[in-house]
């Protein structure tokens, strides 16, 4: 008798921007997100798909550094509504 393979699940974490984007391109290729993965994952495996640790960390820098700039400029934003607001009271 034939033992039933088990699915097992691989996750990571990514903003929900990248995430946004990710599921967009897949729908727009008629896929659903695993299947990307998948057939990404299977040419990373076959040597098809060469990732460089040095690329990958210069990403996630400059996104922690987008992420940090966004939040910033809100708040300049929010600030700038506040003394525009005020002046017009004045």
Do not use: P
Not at 29 to 49: H, P, Q, R, Y
Not at 74 to 83: D, H, L, S, V
Request: hydrophobic share 40%; no cysteine.
């Amino acid at each position: 008798m034939e033992k039933a393979v088990k699915d097992v699940r691989i996750s990571t974490r990514v903003t929900q921007s990248f995430k946004d984007r990710f599921a967009e391109k897949a729908k727009e290729i008629g896929l659903n997100e695993a299947k990307v993965l998948t057939a990404l994952a299977e040419k990373f495996l076959s040597g098809e798909i060469v990732v460089n640790a040095d690329e990958v960390s210069r990403v996630e820098r400059l996104e922690t550094e987008l992420q940090l700039i966004k939040r910033r400029l809100e708040q300049i934003e929010e600030a700038r509504k506040g003394e525009l607001v005020a002046s017009a009271t004045i």
